[in-house]
């Protein structure tokens, strides 16, 4: 019986092999979007969203009665877009006799394999902030399409990135997606303590907190300006083309308590732009969930008065605490994963509230940030909104 190979055109003598699974449960601009991010796709069929298949047909030949080896070549029939033509075998010497050849490889030796994904229907949700620092949900009713890596969870016993997984944290997954052909890191949280309920307000919580982190980190730059600083590092938090997602089938249940190996644990999840990395980006923490930020360079001190102007940008309502990003080429910064303190205690679990904003206070040592943007002059006395206000207000810089 003939077998089948497909591969993916790119240019002559550029074909991608191409496995038919990708296809399963995957709509065409799903897949053409899954071909571009890898790479295998020419600039016509980028240009035309269009995608060209080689599909070649292995036909062994017949093996005589008397045992030989059969040949070493094969006729292979090439079906394309062109017009079909057929490979004959040349004339050849004598094959040589057949070498047993093991398919084992090391670890470290084989090929990287390409991921697979599962497709799943959903409906995002995304959060916007007003400019008095009102945050409110923004749902959004269309039906998308979402793939995540398949089989991700083999690799959660371990920390580092590997197949679909990406890593995780006390409380969340990451895992690889695709949306729009995009990259995305998938989260989720860690079943052990947490619930569907728990995991759908986690999530939210944290989109909600980056986007308000995003609104104090625009004031921040805007008050750099009034007070005339330049030569800040670029700094953003990982907000832009960032949803929560609602699947609108939710997953099944494991098939084996102890053997869970689905692509989603949970019917709500929070995607983020996949973030660079390699030599030339690195991640570091400023500080902690109660650790008041110290650094040193250009980038620490900025990152420690952005934490010392979110405090006095909301009147003493609000600090953002365990501040982490990527540092990238060119002195920028993107932020990620944020946690607050609050008046309010209204954040998230992690929110230990006024008394926190209190000894960032006491313990934060103004650098020469703070002191440009002249932030070492303002006194903020948490008690200063009252309760019946549940968002923080913002000074402005006009």
């Given at each position: 019986?003939?077998?089948?190979?497909?591969?993916?055109?790119?240019?002559?003598?550029?074909?991608?092999?191409?496995?038919?699974?990708?296809?399963?449960?995957?709509?065409?601009?799903?897949?053409?979007?899954?071909?571009?991010?890898?790479?295998?796709?020419?600039?016509?069929?980028?240009?035309?969203?269009?995608?060209?298949?080689?599909?070649?047909?292995?036909?062994?030949?017949?093996?005589?009665?008397?045992?030989?080896?059969?040949?070493?070549e094969?006729?292979?029939?090439?079906?394309?877009?062109?017009k079909?033509?057929?490979?004959?075998?040349?004339?050849?010497?004598?094959?040589?006799?057949?070498?047993?050849?093991?398919?084992?490889?090391?670890?470290?030796?084989?090929?990287?394999?390409?991921?697979?994904?599962?497709?799943?229907?959903?409906?995002?949700?995304?959060?916007?902030?007003?400019?008095?620092?009102?945050?409110?949900?923004?749902?959004?009713?269309?039906?998308?399409?979402?793939?995540?890596?398949?089989?991700?969870?083999?690799?959660?016993?371990?920390?580092?990135?590997?197949?679909?997984?990406?890593?995780?944290?006390w409380?969340?997954?990451?895992?690889?997606?695709?949306?729009?052909?995009?990259?995305?890191?998938?989260?989720?949280?860690?079943?052990?303590?947490?619930?569907?309920?728990?995991?759908?307000?986690?999530?939210?919580?944290?989109?909600?907190?980056?986007?308000?982190?995003?609104?104090?980190?625009?004031?921040?730059?805007?008050?750099?300006?009034?007070?005339?600083?330049?030569?800040?590092?670029?700094m953003?938090?990982?907000?832009?083309?960032?949803?929560?997602?609602?699947l609108?089938?939710?997953?099944?249940?494991?098939?084996?308590?102890?053997?869970?190996?689905?692509?989603f644990?949970?019917?709500?999840?929070?995607?983020t732009?996949?973030?660079?990395?390699?030599?030339?980006?690195?991640?570091?923490?400023?500080?902690?969930?109660?650790?008041?930020?110290?650094?040193?360079?250009?980038?620490?001190?900025?990152?420690d008065a952005?934490?010392?102007?979110?405090?006095?940008?909301?009147?003493?309502?609000?600090?953002?605490?365990?501040?982490?990003?990527?540092?990238?080429?060119?002195?920028?910064?993107?932020?990620?994963?944020?946690?607050?303190?609050?008046?309010?205690?209204?954040?998230?679990?992690?929110?230990?509230?006024?008394?926190?904003?209190?000894?960032?206070?006491?313990?934060?040592?103004?650098?020469?940030?703070?002191r440009?943007?002249?932030?070492?002059?303002?006194?903020?006395?948490?008690?200063?909104?009252?309760?019946?206000?549940?968002?923080?207000?913002?000074?402005g810089?006009?």
């Amino acid at each position: 019986m003939s077998s089948v190979q497909f591969g993916v055109f790119k240019a002559p003598g550029n074909i991608s092999e191409f496995d038919p699974e990708y296809v399963v449960n995957t709509s065409v601009g799903a897949l053409h979007g899954l071909l571009k991010s890898k790479n295998l796709l020419s600039q016509k069929d980028i240009k035309e969203k269009s995608i060209t298949f080689r599909i070649v047909l292995i036909e062994p030949p017949a093996v005589s009665d008397d045992n030989e080896d059969p040949p070493s070549e094969i006729n292979l029939v090439r079906r394309s877009k062109r017009k079909s033509t057929v490979h004959k075998p040349s004339a050849v010497a004598s094959p040589p006799a057949k070498r047993y050849r093991s398919m084992f490889r090391p670890q470290n030796m084989s090929a990287t394999r390409p991921l697979q994904y599962d497709s799943y229907k959903f409906k995002r949700v995304t959060f916007k902030v007003y400019e008095d620092g009102d945050t409110i949900k923004v749902p959004c009713e269309v039906i998308e399409t979402i793939l995540v890596a398949r089989d991700w969870q083999r690799y959660t016993h371990g920390f580092n990135a590997r197949g679909g997984f990406i890593g995780k944290g006390w409380s969340k997954f990451a895992f690889r997606g695709l949306f729009n052909g995009s990259n995305y890191a998938i989260l989720q949280s860690i079943p052990s303590g947490s619930s569907e309920d728990l995991n759908s307000k986690d999530l939210s919580d944290e989109l909600a907190l980056m986007t308000l982190g995003q609104y104090f980190l625009d004031s921040f730059y805007k008050r750099a300006a009034c007070y005339k600083v330049k030569g800040l590092p670029h700094m953003r938090w990982n907000v832009n083309d960032a949803f929560v997602g609602w699947l609108e089938t939710p997953p099944l249940p494991p098939k084996e308590p102890d053997d869970d190996n689905r692509s989603f644990i949970y019917s709500t999840f929070l995607a983020t732009p996949l973030l660079p990395s390699g030599p030339s980006y690195t991640e570091m923490k400023f500080s902690g969930n109660t650790e008041v930020g110290n650094n040193s360079g250009a980038i620490g001190h900025a990152v420690d008065a952005y934490a010392h102007h979110t405090v006095v940008d909301s009147l003493g309502t609000v600090l953002f605490a365990d501040l982490q990003g990527i540092i990238g080429p060119g002195t920028t910064v993107v932020l990620f994963d944020p946690q607050a303190h609050t008046k309010k205690r209204c954040t998230g679990h992690w929110d230990k509230g006024p008394e926190q904003i209190s000894e960032f206070l006491r313990v934060h040592k103004c650098n020469n940030i703070c002191r440009a943007m002249d932030l070492h002059t303002e006194i903020v006395n948490p008690e200063f909104i009252s309760d019946s206000r549940d968002h923080p207000l913002r000074i402005g810089f006009e």
